[in-house]
Each structure stands twice: as C-alpha cells, then as structure tokens.
C-alpha cells in the first residue's frame, strides 16, 4: 500500500477543475457508478430519466448503462464540488454517498 504522502503528490500534480484535482472526479463517479448498478440489482431504481422520456426504453440494457453514465457524470461532478474530498478515499465514499440519496426506497 502507497504511503499517504506518495498518493497526495500523485493527486496533487494532476489537472484541476474549480480548485480540485481531475483524479477525484473520477474517482467520485466510479463510486456512484457501482452503487448505481449494485442498487439496481437489488431492485432500487436510482435514477429515470430516459423512462420518463419514453417508457419503450426503460426495458433494454443500454438505457441502464446510459443513465448509469450521465448518473455518474452528475455525481463526479456534484459530490466532489460539495464534498471538496482531501484524499482518494473521500472521493469515492462521495459518490457512493450521492448515490445513496438519490436513490428510492423500496420499503
């Protein structure tokens, strides 16, 4: 396992976006992307949009994998803003957290 100050230079020297590095986007949307599959396999839909649109597509595979995308495009992008994480594994917990919220329950 890399030691911390190993894993900071590494996030510190890559590109910047509103003052946080790129590499915590990414990491933030892979969080909400596998939760997003992970709760839909449980039967928790996440995220409707394209249904919403037209109810003909709600059925095929890749709608899912397309709201999957612009689901983790949204967190990435949301989550990091407002969580501002300091190392790699707030990030993810924030996706995995935005994921979480928005997420409906089937109870």
Same mark, same amino acid.
């Given at each position: 396992?890399? $030691? +911390? $100050? *190993? *894993? ?8 910047? %976006? ?7 986007? %990414? %990491?933030?949307? &892979?969080? +909400?992307?596998? #939760? ?9 839909? *996440?995220? $409707?949009? &394209? /249904?919403? &649109? @037209?109810? +003909? ?9 397309? $709201?999957?995308? *612009?689901?983790? +495009?949204?967190?990435?992008? &949301? =989550?990091?803003?407002? /969580?501002?994480? !300091? @190392? ?6 924030? !996706? #995995?957290?935005?994921? =979480? #919220? #928005?997420?409906?329950? /089937?109870?």
């Amino acid at each position: 396992m890399p $030691e +911390a $100050e *190993v *894993v900071a230079t590494a996030v510190k020297g890559g590109r910047m %976006l509103f003052g946080i590095s790129v590499t915590y986007y %990414l %990491l933030c949307g &892979i969080g +909400a992307f596998v #939760l997003f599959f992970k709760l839909q396999k449980k039967g928790a839909p *996440v995220f $409707e949009v &394209i /249904t919403y &649109i @037209n109810p +003909a597509y709600g059925s095929s595979p890749w709608c899912r994998l397309l $709201e999957a995308l *612009v689901f983790s +495009a949204l967190g990435a992008l &949301i =989550g990091t803003i407002i /969580t501002q994480p !300091g @190392n790699p594994q707030q990030a993810i917990v924030a !996706g #995995l957290g935005w994921t =979480g #919220l #928005l997420s409906k329950s /089937t109870v």
